[in-house]
T-cell receptor, first 115, second 117 residues
Framework: KAGVTQTPRYLIKTRGQQVTLSCSPISGHRSVSWYQQTPGQGLQFLFEYFSETQRNKGNFPGRFSGRQFSNSRSEMNVSTLELGDSALYLC??????????????FGPGTRLTVL | AQSVTQLGSHVSVSEGALVLLRCNYSSSVPPYLFWYVQYPNQGLQLLLKYTTGATLVKGINGFEAEFKKSETSFHLTKPSAHMSDAAEYFCAVSLRPNYNQGGKLIFGQGTELSVKP
């Protein structure tokens, strides 16, 4: 069974641009969560989607948005990029809505660099 | 609000020595507890988790952790370190399903484990 895939793996953008990251969950998984990892702030929860609905959201500005499609694939978008948005963005999928004890399987991440 | 503290951002041990990575949590309600490992340029892999029941939890690669409610701790141990254990380790908590935060994981800052030959 294929794992969680994220595309692209690496991305370089300039300030002010926008970016879209993609995540394909494990087949059959319906929940997708997104996390931002930076050296300074560590791993922080962005949002979770289940059945095309955002179920939970972290403390990030409105420039960060996401969506989930009917096949459970998810995208996250960051508009008006800032230098501080440089990070590793991790996607995680789980079988059902992340309920605490459901194991979340992580993808390899997308490394975003903002110049 | 929940929080996780990992004592020591870097831990170095010799091959064959005991590995002890410390994790303390703060939560107003009993959380679920997790340890994840991250190898360079990779995502996170679940080592073990505590949800309910036995407080000593065994995970993959010979790791185990003990949930101590009175100490609000969930330290990770391995009796004998191997070179392949060198990686970054994250402790995390999430709330139980009857709270609407669902499965949102709150991570500690991570501990980088080095293993010397």
């Amino acid at each position: 069974k294929a794992g969680v895939t994220q595309t692209p793996r690496y991305l370089i953008k300039t300030r002010g641009q926008q970016v879209t990251l993609s995540c394909s969950p494990i087949s059959g998984h319906r929940s997708v969560s997104w996390y931002q990892q930076t050296p300074g702030q560590g791993l922080q929860f962005l949002f979770e989607y289940f059945s095309e609905t955002q179920r939970n959201k972290g403390n990030f500005p409105g420039r960060f948005s996401g969506r989930q499609f009917s096949n459970s694939r998810s995208e996250m978008n960051v508009s008006t990029l800032e230098l501080g948005d440089s990070a590793l963005y991790l996607c995680a999928s789980s079988l059902e809505m992340a309920s605490g004890n459901n194991e979340q399987f992580f993808g390899p991440g997308t490394r975003l660099t903002v110049l | 609000a929940q929080s996780v503290t990992q004592l020591g951002s870097h831990v170095s041990v010799s091959e064959g020595a005991l590995v002890l990575l410390r994790c303390n949590y703060s939560s107003s309600v009993p959380p679920y507890l997790f340890w994840y490992v991250q190898y360079p340029n990779q995502g996170l892999q679940l080592l073990l988790k505590y949800t309910t029941g036995a407080t000593l939890v065994k995970g993959i690669n010979g790791f185990e952790a003990e949930f101590k409610k009175s100490e609000t701790s969930f330290h990770l141990t391995k009796p004998s370190a191997h070179m392949s254990d060198a990686a970054e380790y994250f402790c995390a908590v999430s709330l139980r399903p009857n709270y609407n935060q669902g499965g949102k994981l709150i991570f500690g800052q991570g501990t980088e484990l080095s293993v010397k030959p």
